[in-house]
């Protein structure tokens, strides 16, 4: 009944470019807060980036001015442009979904996708 499904990670060389896309389905299709976790080798998992509905918008500090969180136009779909790619951002990335954007912060969103790889090569 619930899903969020990632697409667009891959491999790409250092310096590269991913644009990855959330799209959710049944009933966090409504969500208010939309977000972008990712899971590093030997690494917790971290925020990286999140936005609502109004316009509020939240960076980890080591992906400020290199990744963009965008809403589609369809209010289901989020998307996470990631430029200038580094070795260090190859992880799983998920993507997370709430009504309520603490939770998205936190990393106890309601809705969680199943995650997409990036591999960032030297």
């Known amino acids: 009944q619930v899903q969020l499904l990632e697409s667009g990670g891959g491999w790409v060389q250092a310096g590269g470019s991913l644009r990855l896309s959330c799209a959710a389905s049944?009933?966090?299709?409504?969500?208010?807060?939309m977000g972008w976790y990712r899971q590093a080798p030997g690494k917790q998992r971290e925020l990286v980036a999140a936005?609502?509905?109004?316009?509020?918008?939240n960076y980890a500090d080591s992906v400020k001015g290199r990744f963009t969180i965008s809403r589609g136009n369809a209010r289901n779909t989020v998307y996470l442009q990631m430029n200038s790619l580094k070795s260090e951002d190859t992880a799983v990335y998920y993507c997370?979904?709430?009504?309520?954007?603490?939770?998205?912060?936190?990393?106890?969103?309601?809705?969680w996708g199943q995650g997409t790889q990036v591999t960032v090569s030297s």
């Open positions: 997370a979904a709430d009504r309520d954007l603490r939770t998205v912060l936190v990393g106890t969103a309601r809705y």
């Open positions: 049944g009933s966090i299709a409504g969500s208010n807060a």
């Open positions: 936005i609502t509905s109004g316009g509020t918008l």
